[in-house]
Structures are given as structure tokens and as C-alpha cells.
């Protein structure tokens, strides 16, 4: 099975940006849809972004405008560039294949690292 390992959280101010990497440990080309998922404390698992092989993207309305996910298939890995962060953004944020569909809302995903915190403070 393919292992992912999420990076590049931390911690920002309001408005800042971040750029979380998902370095897969082989090439995921046998999955056609890519995707990032978030979970805060208490909250259920919201599906953020998805992109599939041929490069198109989706994403959910609370992201769209100021979140890009991208893929660099020569490096086995997927981005999520976020910028204009708001405090409600603050959460562990995963990678992985989702279930079914390549719809950024699927919040069901075969697997995924150990996801990589970010907060974001007011």
C-alpha cells in the first residue's frame, strides 16, 4: 500500500498562507482522483479539494478563492497551496485517494497519513 506523509502546517496569523506537501512513498497514478480532507476537535471531517489525473480540480465553497490543490506526478506528490487562512481553518489536514467520487464534498477516503496541523490564530 502506498504510504503518504503530510507536511508543511503550522502555525499563522489571519490572512496568512501556508503550503502543506503530501509526498506519497510510490507513484499513485492506479488512483484517477487526489484529494485533501480536514478534521477539527469536535467537528466532522470536511472534503476540501480533490484533483483527478487529467488536472481537474473542485472544492468545497468554504475553500474555493483561496485554497489551490496541485500534483507533481514527477515527484509523487500533491499540494494544497492555502492562502487568506481564517481561524476556522485551523484543523489536521490529510491526503489520500477518496472513496467512489472525485468531488471535493466526498469526505470518505481509502487512506491517508498522519495529517499535519494547522492553526490558525485571529
Known amino acids: 500500500q502506498v504510504q503518504l506523509v503530510e507536511s508543511g502546517g503550522g502555525s499563522v496569523q489571519a490572512g496568512g498562507s501556508l503550503r502543506l506537501s503530501c509526498a506519497a512513498t510510490r507513484y499513485t497514478a492506479s488512483h484517477y482522483c487526489m484529494g485533501w480532507f480536514r478534521q477539527a476537535p469536535g467537528k466532522q471531517r470536511e472534503g476540501l479539494a480533490t484533483?483527478?489525473?487529467?488536472?481537474?480540480?473542485r472544492y468545497a465553497d468554504s475553500v474555493k478563492g483561496r485554497f489551490t490543490i496541485s500534483q507533481d506526478n514527477a515527484k509523487n506528490t500533491l499540494y494544497l497551496q492555502m492562502d487568506s487562512l481564517k481561524p476556522e481553518d485551523s484543523a489536521v489536514y490529510y491526503c489520500g485517494p477518496p472513496r467512489s467520487i472525485c468531488v471535493a464534498s466526498n469526505n470518505e477516503y481509502y487512506y491517508w497519513g498522519q495529517g499535519t496541523q494547522v492553526t490558525v490564530s485571529s
Open positions: 484533483i483527478d489525473r487529467i488536472g481537474t480540480t
